[in-house]
């Protein structure tokens, strides 16, 4: 007689990772060394929910100095029980929308990717970004640095 059961079960014959269910980013920041008075780079390493996440970006987004910083984020294994709009909007209202950061950022969304980098200086606009591409279980690289207010000119040696 046959036997109808299987020799191992599922989760032994199952070879697909599973989801972590988090987001997974790493920030590298460019910092000044005094004691070899050089720049040099440090990346740091994060993983954690969505809200984690987003209470990280507003941190990291109203700190008074940010010098160059880029964030790479992976959402593709993120869970989303509930809607992030409630938390960009903490994260957004914890943003002051007077200060003014350079930003730009490139995302993957499935089988699409940003052939354009997006651009901006508002804070609160990078945060809207960010929700969007977590919402969607995206991929992102953002470039963050302060914001600069002198006017860059197209042409060398022109001076207006």
């Known amino acids: 007689m046959h036997d109808p059961r299987p020799l191992e079960p599922d989760w032994a014959t199952d070879t697909r990772p599973q989801p972590s269910g988090m987001v997974e980013w790493s920030t590298m920041r460019v910092v000044w060394n005094r004691e070899i008075k050089k720049r040099e780079s440090r990346t740091e390493y994060h993983e954690g929910t969505p809200l984690q996440f987003f209470k990280y970006i507003g941190t990291l987004l109203n700190s008074p100095s940010i010098d160059n910083a880029e964030i790479t984020v992976d959402a593709s294994q993120a869970i989303l029980p509930y809607e992030l709009t409630p938390l960009w909007y903490d994260t957004k209202g ?13 995302y993957n969304i499935g089988n699409y990717d940003s052939d354009d980098e997006e651009v901006g200086t508002s804070a609160s606009d990078l ?5 969007y591409v977590i919402e969607n279980y995206g991929k992102c690289v953002v470039d963050i640095q302060d914001y ?8 060398i ?4």
Do not use: C, V
């Open 94 to 106: 914890s943003i002051d929308d007077n200060y003014r950061i350079d930003w730009g950022l490139k």
């Open 148 to 155: 600069d207010p002198t006017p860059q000119y197209m042409e």
């Open 157 to 160: 040696g022109s001076m207006f």
């Open 127 to 131: 945060a809207s970004w960010l929700a």
